[in-house]
C-alpha cells in the first residue's frame, strides 16, 4: 500500500515527495531540474556557477514545461548575485539553497517574498546560526556526501541537530539513494532526505556518458575527502587526477596551478600576468599558499573537463560515496517512483512486523 508521504517539508515547499534534487554545479541544469521536479521531487538549479543572463535563461526554460515548484542554489559571493536574487523573486522562485557565508541582507530580502531559504549544513554547530539567520529549511550533509563536504557522519549530524529541536523541517542529506533510505530517514525523525549523486546518476542528467561510466565503476572505498583542489575538504572520486594532485607537495602544487592556470587563462580569458596577480591576492587574503590559490582558481575549469567536456581521466569528479553504490542511470521518473514505492514497503513492512503492544 503506497502511504501519502505529507511531510513539513513537502508542505513548505509544494512537492509531491519529500525528496530534494540539490544543486551540482554543471549537473543541476535545466534539464535535470524539469525532470525531478515533475516526478515529484523539489529541485535546485545549481546557479552558483551562471552568469545572471545563465541563469535566467535556465529559470525561463524550467518554467517553459510547468508549474512545478523549484529553487535555485547561490553562493553569497558570486559575480551577479543580486541580480540573480532580483530574477528569483521577479520569477517567484520556490527557495534558494546557499552553504558557506550566507549574506543577511540577501536571507532578508527573500524571505520577505516567502521565498524559502534552504541552507545546508555540514556541522552541528552551524545549525542554529543558520536558523537564526532565516534558514526555513535545513539540509544537514554528512561527511558520506559529494562534493564539499564535513567530517561528522550523516546520523550523527542528524542525531545532533534534531536533538537541538530548532523548529525548522530537517531533511538528511549525504549517502542516500533509494526508498530503503527515505524510510529511514522518516523513522529517524527527520522530514525529508536530500540527494546530489543519486540524481546526476540519472539518464536525465545533462553529465557526458563516458563520465557517467566512470561514476559507475566508482568503488565506494576509493572516494575520499580532499584539499587538494582549492583547499577545502571536497569529497571526490580517486582517479588519476586526482591521485597525482594527492602526491603533489606545496611546489608541486604551484608549478600545476601555473600549467593548468597557462593552459585554462585563453578559454578564461585572461592574461598571466592578471591571473598572477589575483591569485597573490586572494593568497593573501585566506589561509591558502599561492599554489592553493592558482589550483583553487582553475578548480572549476578542472572539474568541467569530466562534468562538461566528457573526460573523466582529464578532470576531477565531485561525488558522494553512494556513487559506489550505484550501478543504473534510470529516469528521475523511475528512479523517485522506486523511492515511492520502497519507503512505502519499508514503513508498511515494520508497521507489519512491530504491532501496537497490548495494554
Ligand atoms: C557533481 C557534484 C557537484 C556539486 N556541486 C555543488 C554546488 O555547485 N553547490 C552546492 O551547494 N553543492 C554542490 N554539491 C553537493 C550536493 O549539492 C549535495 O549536497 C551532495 O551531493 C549530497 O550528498 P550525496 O551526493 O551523497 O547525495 C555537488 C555534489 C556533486 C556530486
Known amino acids: 500500500m503506497a502511504l501519502h508521504f505529507s511531510t513539513p517539508l513537502t508542505e513548505r515547499l509544494g512537492c509531491r515527495l519529500p525528496v530534494i534534487q540539490t544543486a551540482m554545479g554543471w549537473v543541476a541544469t535545466s534539464k535535470l531540474v524539469k525532470a525531478s521536479t515533475a516526478a515529484g521531487a523539489f529541485g535546485f538549479l545549481a546557479a552558483a556557477v551562471m552568469s545572471p543572463e545563465e541563469c535566467e535563461a535556465e529559470i525561463e526554460a524550467i518554467k517553459s514545461v510547468g508549474s512545478a515548484p523549484f529553487g535555485v542554489n547561490v553562493h553569497s559571493f558570486q559575480t551577479g548575485v543580486d541580480r540573480i536574487i532580483d530574477m528569483c523573486i521577479d520569477h517567484e522562485v520556490g527557495a534558494i539553497s546557499y552553504g558557506r557565508a550566507p549574506s543577511s541582507k540577501m536571507i532578508e530580502k527573500v524571505k520577505a517574498k516567502?521565498?524559502?531559504?534552504?541552507?545546508?549544513?555540514?556541522?552541528?554547530?552551524?545549525?542554529?546560526?543558520?536558523?537564526e539567520l532565516g534558514a526555513d529549511i535545513l539540509v544537514c550533509q554528512g561527511a558520506e556526501g559529494g562534493g564539499h563536504t564535513g567530517a561528522t557522519p550523516t546520523w550523527l549530524l542528524l542525531a545532533q541537530v534534531l536533538e537541538m529541536d530548532l523548529g525548522v523541517p530537517v531533511v538528511a542529506c549525504g549517502g542516500f539513494k533509494d526508498g530503503r533510505g527515505l524510510a529511514a530517514a522518516l523513522a529517524y525523525g527527520a522530514d525529508g532526505t536530500a540527494m546530489g549523486t543519486r540524481f546526476m546518476m540519472t539518464s536525465d542528467s545533462p553529465t557526458p556518458e563516458e563520465t557517467k561510466t566512470a561514476y559507475l565503476a566508482a568503488d565506494v572505498t576509493r572516494i575520499p575527502v580532499s584539499v587538494k583542489l582549492d583547499g577545502l575538504p571536497q569529497r571526490m572520486v580517486l582517479n588519476s587526477k586526482l591521485e597525482s594532485l594527492e602526491k603533489a607537495s606545496g611546489p608541486g602544487l604551484l608549478v600545476r596551478g601555473l600549467i593548468n592556470g597557462m593552459r585554462f587563462r585563453k578559454e578564461m580569458g585572461v592574461t598571466l600576468p592578471d591571473m598572477l596577480k589575483s591569485a597573490w591576492t586572494m593568497a593573501r587574503k585566506s589561509d591558502l599558499t599561492l599554489g592553493q590559490t592558482l589550483m583553487a582558481a582553475n578548480a572549476p575549469m578542472i572539474i568541467q573537463n569530466a562534468m562538461v567536456k566528457g573526460h573523466p581521466d582529464d578532470g576531477v569528479l565531485p561525488s558522494g560515496q553512494v556513487a559506489g553504490l550505484i550501478n543504473d542511470l534510470p529516469s528521475c521518473a523511475d528512479l523517485l517512483a522506486s523511492i515511492e514505492v520502497e519507503a512505502s514497503e519499508r514503513l508498511n513492512a515494520m508497521q507489519a512486523k512491530f504491532p501496537t503492544a497490548a495494554e
Open 114 to 131: 516567502g521565498i524559502a531559504c534552504v541552507p545546508t549544513i555540514g556541522a552541528a554547530k552551524h545549525a542554529k546560526k543558520a536558523v
